[in-house]
């Protein structure tokens, strides 16, 4: 694309405060030599925790102990009495789900701008994710917009915590608790956020943490499940372990989520370490904050009284700048060609994803229509217009323990350096 029909493209011109150089993608010199590797900080006491287990030679939840000292340690941190382990965070959804009763002809709640587990957790339990918009402040799920969406039908609220920052859990407790309906926090991306001086995971009636490796804090794949709720906890703990209640005592449908031995070696070395991952993503966002404060892009600084896990950092770009998703795949191009660490990660909200607009989840359209239901599910592509409109031009930023300073200084020169160029 020529210089002309990019300006063209980004309409208006735009106040800029750097010279545009010469992008890499169209030859120029990147910003920085490589693209820098996204890993998980481990250490000797991961090493030795995994070893210890290794040498016992009993490796599963059902033979070692590991697993339930994690648990108890990660509820303990949580503030929350009870922690169940399982082998992801999809799989602590649906047990979630599962262990509320949640099934054939009820819906649940979700937010449109989020990660595709939240939503296909609640097809795997037969039941009917409804979207309600996000609030375009926070990027999290709109209470009011919750309000909007419930029904008779409806069984369960979840809210995201996206990029770590937390959702506006007083107001939805609030609405959903009106109906009796009970919240579970998708806390996936969110370990060690807090909310008026709770921390996730103790925020609703259950809260559902991942350990995949790109996490605050990793256990290669893993889960959580958080509560209060002692009767709930331990059907978790049932429904986790294929539905057995004792051995061979099988007393509901379960699955097989058990979260492995060497899974909760490594996550309990991990939640030591937690705390000083979780400044490290702090300062990395504050030096983003600070860096960007002119650019005409959006921030989303936590509001007073909560703080963000800081899991992500997103940024959103003016709609004169990003006119439509072409442009946008062109500015996403142009930056890893700096050799930058951002991503596009939700480019769509769930409502426009194919599977389920047309309702193809399973064969014969279960569970939209459902004979449970007087009439099917209906997915309006455009029922949530700030998510669309936000995952459209919305990218972030690393803020990963493994990302040195110099990380962040490089990715925020590409963005000034490519924003600059489409903008002069
Ligand atoms: C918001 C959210 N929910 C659920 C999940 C699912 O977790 P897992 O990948 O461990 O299944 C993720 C993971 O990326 C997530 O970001």
Known sequence: MSKKDKKQKAGEEKPISVKSGDLALYGGVPVRRDMPEQRVVTGEDEIKQVVRVVRSGRLTSLSHGVVEKFEKKFAAWCGAKYAVAVNSGTAALHVALAALDIGPGDEVIVPPYTFIATASAVIQQNAVPVFADIDPATLNISPQAVAAKITPRTKAVVPVHLFGLPADMAAINEVAGKHGIPVIEDACQAHGAAYHGDRAGALGRMACFSFQESKNMAAGEGGMITTNDKQLARQCRIIRHIGMAAKYEYVTLGYNYRMPALSAAVGLAQLKKLKAFNR????????????????????????????????????????????????????????HAENAPVWWVYPAPLNQVQFIREQTAYARQCPFACPLREEPAAYDAHECPAAEDIAGRTLVLPTAPCYPLSVARDTVAALRKVTAYFSG
């Open 280 to 335: 490290h993503r702090a300062a990395l966002a504050e030096f983003y904050a600070k860096k960007l404060a002119d650019l005409p892009v959006t921030l989303y600084p936590a509001p007073e009284g909560v703080t963000s896990a800081n899991h992500l950092f997103p940024v959103t770009f003016p709609r004169e700048l990003v006119p439509d998703r072409e442009f946008m795949l062109l500015l996403v191009r142009a930056l």
